[in-house]
């Protein structure tokens, strides 16, 4: 007779499993291993996410004007980066796979510069190495998951990429912090993001294959078949496609409201908001509770909405997040102008604007995966990561100016706003467009 034991029966924990699993998106396991590898890479972002300006000009005595000539650079390596990028992950030389390790390698190298470096030109080098990697890595993340996926999973696919991310920046945000607290030794914080990068190199190398299928010519359906397949061949489809150049137009102005909400309103609920718990608006301790709380929503709800809302069509997504994301808006500018207390305001703005990334984001990039023909996937998403790009540079500088104007600064919400606008017509001419290349195929 077997002596009864206290480990629990691998069936016992097959059947707690079970329900687990079946909650689960249903996905490949190249998809599993490559969120967890992305998990690695944002836990190492989020260990230098709050401290990099204070190490640029604390420790190493650069001065703000220089770091922020530097982060600049950074943005407009990224640019150039992603024009690149398209080109290569389409091509049979790099495919998806090798630019994603040449993604790795580059921010690796990135960050081991930074922990050391003690002159302008080295910061300046550890940046553009930071910029052009990152540069390329978002092309070819999507373009791995768009090949991985289909149309009825890929949206909870591109939900999970955004949770892992959001989960790997709070919690790399959060050890950091406790690092800091007991050592101080910021230089050590880039050689671990650095190292993670290279950790995240040797999963893409021994578990993701490449996923691109050579064609040798593009498909004759958007290229004549007597035009000689080129790097820019794609390029020239993409900027004809009609229907994505409106979509680019609309999710231009979603990056901007993005940078509006990480660059500007840290400053404006700081300065601008008399109801907050200072005597010109929050304290900094504040603003970061309501930003641990953006977080914390969007880590909670990324799966579940992205489960509820799958059923609805792409372009109606985006009309709702912007909806929610211009509600967001004017509850920040209604905490600005408030008589009483600004913490409600803010607490549901921030509630608001988490909702509308958690449903933004899956949405748009899988309307991306779906317009694009599929050995031209680098160069769409390449040019949907170029938005991002524009908007962080464009928006920073706008919201600055626009803070530096007595007579504007307060209403800067409501600007916004207005612009949302503009972006639900391109919106609805996109959900024109795109039911009516639907019926073009069906009647077809």
């Not at 206290?6 to 329900?19: A, F, G, K, Q, V």
């Not at 050592?183 to 950790?199: A, D, E, V």
Request: charged letters at 10%.
């Amino acid at each position: 007779m077997t002596p009864p034991s206290d480990s629990p029966s691998p069936h016992y924990l097959r059947r707690l499993w079970e329900p687990v699993q079946d909650w689960l998106p249903q996905l490949r396991r190249e998809i599993w291993i490559l969120a967890g590898g992305q998990l690695l890479l944002y836990l190492g972002q989020g260990f230098t996410l709050v401290y990099a300006s204070i190490y640029f000009v604390n420790t190493l005595g650069f001065s703000p004007t220089q770091v922020g000539l530097a982060l600049g650079s950074s943005g407009i390596a990224g640019i150039f980066g992603r024009f690149w990028a398209g080109s290569a992950i389409d091509s049979d030389r790099w495919g998806r796979r090798g630019t994603l390790l040449l993604a790795a390698v580059l921010t690796a190298l990135g960050c081991f510069v930074l922990a050391y470096a003690a002159t302008f030109p080295l910061l300046i080098g550890g940046n553009l190495l930071l910029g052009l990697g990152i540069s390329l890595y978002w092309p070819a993340n999507l373009a791995v998951t768009t090949d991985l996926t289909t149309r009825d999973n890929r949206t909870e696919a591109f939900a999970l990429t955004r949770l892992v991310d959001n989960l790997g920046l709070g919690v790399g945000a959060l050890l950091a912090g406790q690092y800091m607290a007991m050592s101080g030794s910021y230089s050590l914080l880039f050689i671990i993001k650095g190292i993670t990068y290279l950790l995240f190199a040797g999963v893409i190398y021994g578990a993701i294959a490449e996923t691109h299928q050579s064609t040798g010519v593009a498909p004759t359906d958007v290229v004549p078949t007597d035009v000689q397949p080129s790097a820019w061949n794609g390029w020239g489809v993409a900027v004809r496609d009609r229907t994505f150049l409106t979509y680019l137009m609309g999710n231009l102005i979603f990056t901007l409201y993005a940078a509006q909400h990480t660059s500007t309103l840290p400053l404006y609920l700081s300065n601008l908001v008399p109801g907050g718990n200072t005597a010109t608006g929050f304290s900094e301790q504040w603003i970061s509770y309501f930003f641990v709380w953006h977080a914390l929503i969007k880590i909670v709800c990324q799966l579940p909405v992205t489960r509820a809302v799958k059923s609805i069509n792409y372009v109606t997504l985006l009309l709702v997040a912007l909806g929610l994301w211009s509600g967001g808006f004017m509850l920040i500018w209604g905490a600005g102008v408030t008589l009483g207390s600004a913490l409600p305001f803010a607490g549901l703005a921030f509630t608001l604007i988490a909702l509308a990334e958690v449903i933004y984001a899956p949405a748009g990039v899988s309307l991306v995966g779906e317009m694009a023909p599929e050995n031209l996937r680098g160069v769409y998403f390449a040019m949907e990561s170029q938005c991002w790009g524009l908007g962080f540079i464009i928006g920073p500088a706008v919201g600055g100016w626009v803070l530096d104007q007595p007579s504007l600064a307060t209403h800067l919400w409501v600007l916004c706003v207005m612009v949302g606008g503009l972006a639900s017509l391109l919106l609805l001419s996109l959900r024109q467009q795109v039911a009516g290349q639907a019926e073009e195929v069906v009647g077809s």
